[in-house]
């Protein structure tokens, strides 16, 4: 199973158009939007709502009006003035519990707190987990992990190989919440001096959380020269650019329908099915890759580490003297899974633009070992 996140550093690239694009070429996909806080890939994919579940983020606090004295201590501690009279305002508490700690009559007590609704729904293009966080709630990033959590039990129960994520932009919690532990990372960008600083860090923080990230362009020719600088500073960062999509008013026409660009004659249309093309055949290049380096492992090979030259040759003449036979293999055909399970991206964010320069070291015990000379 695979997990594609289409991510940006800041709202309006385009991305949630891309994942509604994306789920009509994927033909069978489990679909989640973690957009949690402001959730809209339902507007473009009108889902028909098969249950509902409700999400408990947080505490806050109850008062037993039969215990209250109204000593007012709650409303003394209370920085946010959110309790007074006994009467709790809901929207402006933080969940702190300090009322409750300091209620001479122990009238406060903390109870979970409805902080939003999770759905799963069915789509024309498969079935769909999202979720919608109750207004001025927090922990968002808690109801991240619910909507990834329920789309892969949904994804192994029905036998679907893929699950595709429209995630939140920026990178707070709930970006970190929707990026960790996914395959593949799509970060949509525009030609924009804000756009171009908040790719910056979105790319950092993939690299932190060691996701691969590819990049897409969106709205290209609307500044050429700034799409030129956003592909500069990809190409100093060993990321590459998978696509660039180019400005159609279309496009603005048919989301205002509630329609996506490929339903409706547009000049982008082309470049989507190519981007989704480029995007699959990497995402199936890291799975092959991870199942030759497993295959290997079975064989008997046992992995070392990645060099270089001159060490990589010296390394080699070692092994083999040492009575091993020695296998080298490109670092991004062999990636192989971590401790959590998850597929380890590092040689390919490490290596990326010169992997010929570098070779995994596979050994194992020589099958005919060479025979000794006989000492004099």
């Known amino acids: 199973m695979k997990e594609i996140l289409v991510i940006s550093g800041k709202g309006g690239t385009g991305k949630t158009t891309l994942v509604a694009s994306f789920a009509r070429l994927a033909e069978r996909a489990v679909l989640a939007d973690c957009d949690v806080d402001a959730a ?8 028909k709502v098969l249950q509902e579940g409700t999400f408990y983020g947080g505490r806050k ?21 959110a309790i007074e009279d006994g009467e709790v305002d809901l929207i402006e508490c933080e969940g702190c519990g300090l009322c409750a700690l300091g209620c001479p009559e122990e009238a406060i007590s903390m109870q979970d707190h409805l902080s939003g609704h999770w759905y799963l729904s069915e ?3 498969g079935p769909m987990i999202h979720a919608q966080l109750e207004m001025g709630e927090e922990n968002s990033g808690k109801l991240v992990a619910e909507v990834r959590k ?29 990026l960790s532990g996914v395959d593949m990372a799509l970060v949509v960008t525009e030609p924009t001096v804000a756009a171009l600083h908040d790719l910056k860090r979105v790319l950092e923080l993939c690299r932190r959380l060691r996701v691969e990230a590819l990049v897409c ?5 609307v500044n050429l020269q ?5 592909e500069d500073f990809c190409r100093q960062e060993g990321v590459e650019v998978l696509g660039k999509i180019p400005f159609d008013r279309r496009v603005i026409e048919a989301l205002s329908e509630g329609k996506t660009p490929l339903e409706v004659p547009t000049g982008v249309g082309g470049e989507i ?8 055949e990497r995402l199936i290049g890291a799975e092959k890759g ?9 064989e008997g090979w046992t992995r070392r580490f990645v060099a270089s030259e001159p060490r990589l040759s010296e390394m080699v003449k070692m092994y083999e003297e040492a009575g091993f036979e020695v296998r080298l293999e490109p670092p991004s055909a062999v990636e192989e899974p971590d401790e959590e399970g998850e597929e380890c991206q590092r040689c390919r964010i490490c290596f990326e633009g010169q992997e010929d320069k570098y070779r995994v070291i596979f050994t194992r015990p020589r099958r005919d070992p060479r025979p000794r000379e006989e000492e004099p």
């Open 61 to 81: 606090p109850q008062v037993d009006l039969e215990r209250c004295t109204g000593c007012g201590r709650c409303t003394e501690l209370c920085r946010f003035g």
């Open 150 to 178: 329920r789309a892969k039990e949904l994804a192994e129960e029905k036998g679907e190989d893929l699950i595709l994520v429209d995630g939140p932009p920026g990178v707070g919690c709930p970006v970190i919440s929707s």
């Open 123 to 125: 789509t024309a293009f």
């Open 273 to 280: 099915e190519a981007l989704w093309q480029r995007l699959s």
């Open 226 to 230: 700034k799409a030129h600088e956003v």
């Open 290 to 298: 991870t199942a030759k380096g497993q295959e290997l492992l079975r």
């Open 40 to 47: 809209d890939l339902h507007l473009l994919l009108k889902p």
């Open 217 to 221: 362009i969106n709205k290209f020719d």
